[in-house]
């Protein structure tokens, strides 16, 4: 059965450092998404991705933020200064189709930021 | 602003004794409802979508209902291997389809 991957899956950074999260979304699936957890909470919206662009983005995903589909498999979220509250579950998602299409997660990657 | 609460926070069952969680929503216009099961450490992996009030969907133990404030998942003679926190997200037609808004969630232990 096709999955969404996401590597790494745990990540521990320096505040202040780059880090770039990836994930490999369902083949053929169109929309991608990012969202996070941080710990106890609930998921968050941070940004959808299709056509190459970003298609709606939240209040969380600032200028410290971007997405990238680098080539045809993989959508990157890049943070370029880590702070501390970003310290979360980052996941990725993706859809086939627009409208009414089940958005399918990926196991998520851990970020820690020291 | 889309809501989406979630009850009770937490549910402790015994194997055999059914019961449900309730999902409340306030959207513009619901586009869809998703349930969720997230495992801890895990994604979350999907359940159900309900579209319009009056929708059920069924899968194995496990019934999702709807009407036009809240829906309900309803578990039937569960098992220790349901237990895991249940999310509910919604899409809303009016304010950006795309994202899901998600609950708190419900977590569920299902005790031998």
């Known amino acids: 059965e096709p999955e969404v991957t996401q590597t790494p899956s745990h990540q521990v950074t320096q505040m202040g450092q780059e880090v770039i999260l990836r994930c490999v979304p369902i083949?053929?699936?169109?929309?991608f998404y990012w969202y996070r957890q941080i710990l106890g909470q609930k998921v968050e919206f941070l940004v959808s991705?299709?056509?190459?662009?970003?298609?709606?983005k939240s209040e969380i995903f600032d200028d410290q933020f971007s997405v990238e589909r680098p080539d045809g498999s993989n959508f990157t979220l890049k943070i370029r200064s880590t702070k501390l509250e970003d310290s979360a579950m980052y996941f990725c998602?993706?859809?086939?189709?627009?409208?009414?299409?089940?958005?399918?997660f990926g196991p998520g990657t851990r970020l820690l930021v020291l | 602003e889309d809501q989406v609460t979630q009850s009770p926070e937490a549910l402790r069952l015994q194997e055999g004794e059914s019961s449900s969680l309730n999902c409340s929503y306030t959207v513009s216009g619901l586009r869809g409802l998703f349930w969720y099961r997230q495992d801890p450490g895990k994604g979350p992996e999907f359940l159900f979508t309900l579209y319009s009030a009056g929708e059920e969907k069924e899968k194995e133990r496990l019934k999702a209902t709807l009407t036009k404030k809240e829906s309900f998942l309803h578990i039937t003679a569960p098992k220790p291997e349901d237990s895991a926190t249940y999310l509910c997200?919604?899409?809303?037609?009016?304010?950006?389809?795309?994202?899901?808004?998600f609950g708190t969630g419900t977590r569920l232990l299902v005790s031998p």
């Open positions: 998602a993706s859809k086939g189709t627009g409208g009414l299409g089940t958005q399918y």
């Open positions: 997200a919604v899409q809303d037609l009016n304010t950006g389809f795309q994202k899901l808004v």
């Open positions: 083949s053929n699936h169109l929309y």
């Open positions: 991705f299709y056509n190459n662009e970003i298609s709606e």
